[in-house]
């Protein structure tokens, strides 16, 4: 069976600092991974994801996660975090043949000025 | 990229009446459709996948009796909860895809109060 175990469901980071949001996958197979946002009374917005091409793979809005299978991680990055960041993120993998997908916990990420 | 309307957006009704929630995908046909729920600070969890002229596959726990799921065509997919109760209260969003291979797209998500 599949799943996301999101390390921390929250985040706090200066305006500027770099960004680390931290999630480990568990699955019988090479799998599907995403990252999503989803900010107040908004819509789920994909960022990225990885579908066992390159494992460092790059978003919108500078985002960039990195598939290491030996640590069963996908951990998403940003250089710079930036005000208009400040949302949930879900780290997410997919579940099966139709395609559902399986949700972390989701981490708060706060940005301070 | 693809859009996924939800209506209504925000709902209230009384305990013991059935709410009917639309999903549709605007510029892409979508053969499989998924419904998830979101309470208060808390992650999505899938209650049912839905395919075009099938029924719906519901997740352990989710009362199929209760969340009744019709997707009629390849561009709408309906949920309807049936004699809401408060507990039924929640933030309920669909997903579209053109095929399991292929990428979801989330609706903006219905929030439903029951009181």
């Known amino acids: 069976a599949q799943s996301v175990t999101q390390l921390d469901s929250h985040v706090s980071v200066s305006e500027g600092t770099p960004v680390l949001l931290r999630c480990n996958y568990s699955s019988s197979y090479s799998p599907s991974l995403f990252w999503y946002v989803q900010h107040p009374n908004k819509g789920l917005q994909l960022l990225l994801k990885y579908t066992s091409a390159a494992t460092l793979v790059k978003g919108i809005n500078g985002f960039e996660a990195e598939f290491k299978k030996s640590e069963t991680s996908f951990h998403l990055t940003k250089p710079s975090a930036h005000m208009s960041d400040a949302a949930e993120y879900f780290c997410?993998?997919?579940?099966?043949?139709?395609?559902?997908?399986?949700f972390g916990k989701g981490t708060k990420l706060s940005v301070k000025p | 990229g693809a859009v996924v309307s939800q209506h209504p957006s925000w709902v209230i009704c009384k305990s013991g009446t059935s709410v009917k929630i639309e999903c549709r995908s605007l510029?892409?046909?979508?053969?499989?459709m998924f419904w998830y729920r979101q309470f208060p600070k808390q992650s999505l969890m899938l209650m049912a996948t839905?395919?075009?002229?099938?029924?719906?596959?519901?997740e352990q726990g989710v009362e199929k009796d209760k969340f009744l799921i019709n997707h009629a065509s390849l561009t709408l997919s309906t949920l309807t909860v049936t004699s809401a109760h408060p507990e039924d209260s929640s933030f309920y969003i669909c997903?579209?895809?053109?095929?399991?291979?292929?990428?979801?797209?989330f609706g903006p998500g219905t929030r439903l109060t029951v009181t």
């Open positions: 510029d892409f046909q979508a053969t499989t």
């Open positions: 997410v993998v997919s579940g099966g043949s139709q395609g559902n997908l399986i």
């Open positions: 839905s395919n075009e002229g099938s029924k719906a596959t519901y």
């Open positions: 997903s579209a895809t053109s095929g399991g291979q292929y990428e979801q797209y």
